[in-house]
T-cell receptor, first 114, second 110 residues
Framework: DGGITQSPKYLFRKEGQNVTLSCEQN?????MYWYRQDPGQGLRLIYYSQIVNDFQKGDIAEGYSVSREKKESFPLTVTSAQKNPTAFYLCASSTGVPSYNEQFFGPGTRLTVL | KNEVEQSPQNLTAQEGEFITINCSYSVGISALHWLQQHPGGGIVSLFMLSSGKKKHGRLIATINIQEKHSSLHITASHPRDSAVYIC????????????FGKGTKLSVKP
């Protein structure tokens, strides 16, 4: 089955620790995205990558880092510099830009920083 | 900056009712997406449209480019339609990325 996997579904970390969220897709999509969702707010773009070895900052990139070493994988690291990291994180992918292409979403990771 | 406004924020309906969720945006767009988010958090893409109307089963999405407005209709609603419905738009100033509305939470009672 083709799709996007995110692990783990729930993640707890102590304040001040870096944490890496996994996102893997087997859809052969070029573009991948990381979004953050907070209660009562729309999804906000953290980082996106349109091709391997290249990525761009989204609207709220501060305190986050990513890598895109393989087409299938786009891990997100939440660093200790992120002031309010507790949120629901969604990864998505598409064959190209959303103007012309449907986005496919993973199941999400709920991060709680204690 | 484009703003995406959805209405209503919350909607409760009885099974079988016709549902309409609205989405308005402020600048010209290249595409509009309707998404469905279930209580577990997973999101599914329902429609992507840039003009006219699309239909899939009991779901219908329309867009009026001149009025900068889109609607998502659900006919013969069912409790399994209970979810958050999200409108997202793509426009030139967003480098081809999506700008999301806050969502409409739909609850369909049996």
């Amino acid at each position: 089955d083709g799709g996007i996997t995110q692990s783990p579904k729930y993640l707890f970390r102590k304040e001040g620790q870096n944490v890496t969220l996994s996102c893997e897709q087997n859809l052969n999509h070029d573009a991948m995205y990381w979004y953050r969702q907070d209660p009562g707010q729309g999804l906000r773009l953290i980082y996106y990558s349109q091709i391997v070895n290249d990525f761009q900052k989204g609207d709220i990139a501060e305190g986050y880092s990513v890598s895109r070493e393989k087409k299938e994988s786009f891990p997100l690291t939440v660093t200790s510099a992120q002031k309010n990291p507790t949120a629901f994180y969604l990864c998505a992918s598409s064959t190209g830009v959303p103007s012309y292409n449907e986005q496919f979403f993973g199941p999400g990771t709920r991060l709680t920083v204690l | 900056k484009n703003e995406v406004e959805q209405s209503p924020q919350n909607l409760t309906a009885q099974e079988g009712e016709f549902i309409t969720i609205n989405c308005s945006y402020s600048v010209g767009i290249s595409a509009l997406h309707w998404l469905q988010q279930h209580p577990g958090g997973g999101i599914v893409s329902l429609f992507m449209l840039s003009s006219g109307k699309k239909k899939h089963g009991r779901l219908i999405a329309t867009i009026n480019i001149q009025e900068k407005h889109s609607s998502l209709h659900i006919t013969a609603s069912h409790p399994r339609d209970s979810a958050v419905y999200i409108c997202a738009v793509c426009y030139g100033g967003s480098q081809g990325n999506l700008i999301f509305g806050k969502g409409t939470k739909l609850s369909v009672k049996p």
